[in-house]
């Protein structure tokens, strides 16, 4: 099947701990992205990447970096300078100029 | 990041009522975009608009791309109580590539 997964789908880390959140899409498409949700909120672009080896910021990616080496694949790396880090992260795809497609969401919790 | 102003933050209606919300923006969109996000899941695609003016059904759902292009509604039609959860809209302006700016949500709750 196709689509976009996003592993694991509950993550427990201890503060000052960096931490990786997977996120895998086999559409093709060419763009990702990644955001991050607060309770009762809606969504804010971490970062996204049109294009592979090339990514830009977006409006929250202070204590977060990003890599996109392959098509299919952006991880996300929580860094121990995030200041409040537990949230619901979600990553999205799309084909350039199209609607994004969302995977199942990663929930971080930081003890 | 700009946000768009969706209305109502909330809603509670009985099943079988039809319902109505909305995005306005002071900038110019050249998409629209209409998801609905169930607890704990990511936001599922329900209708994507590319043309000012543009009117287009999903179901039980339709949505319109604003003439103006600052503006979209979504409409659901003999709500179920399945239809319960956050739909968001969002929207891409010309100048942003593939970056979308989301609204803030409205909660939809179906009293069976």
């Known amino acids: 099947d196709g689509g976009i997964t996003q592993s694991p789908k509950y993550l427990f880390r201890k503060e000052g701990q960096n931490v990786t959140l997977s996120c895998e899409q086999n559409l093709n498409h060419d763009a990702m992205y990644w955001y991050r949700q607060d309770p009762g909120q809606g969504l804010r672009l971490i970062y996204y990447s049109q294009i592979v080896n090339d990514f830009q910021k977006g409006d929250i990616a202070e204590g977060y970096s990003v890599s996109r080496e392959k098509k299919e694949s952006f991880p996300l790396t929580v860094t121990s300078a995030q200041k409040n880090p537990t949230a619901f992260y979600l990553c999205?795809?799309?084909?350039?100029?199209?609607?994004?497609?969302f995977g199942p969401g990663t929930r971080l919790t930081v003890l | 990041g700009q946000q768009l102003n969706q209305s109502p933050q909330s809603m509670f209606i009985q099943e079988g009522e039809d319902v109505s919300m909305n995005c306005t923006s002071s900038?110019?969109?050249?998409?629209w975009l209409w998801y609905k996000q169930d607890p704990g899941e990511g936001p599922v695609l329900l209708i994507a608009l590319y043309k000012a003016g543009e009117l287009t059904s999903n179901g039980r759902l339709t949505a319109q791309f604003g003439i103006t292009r600052k503006d979209s509604f979504l409409n659901i039609s003999a709500s179920i109580p399945s239809d319960v959860g956050i739909y968001f809209c969002?929207?891409?302006?010309?100048?942003?590539?593939?970056?979308?700016?989301f609204g803030e949500g409205t909660q939809l709750t179906v009293n069976p």
């Open positions: 900038s110019i969109f050249n998409t």
């Open positions: 969002a929207g891409r302006r010309e100048t942003s590539g593939s970056r979308l700016t």
């Open positions: 999205a795809s799309s084909r350039t100029g199209e609607g994004q497609f």
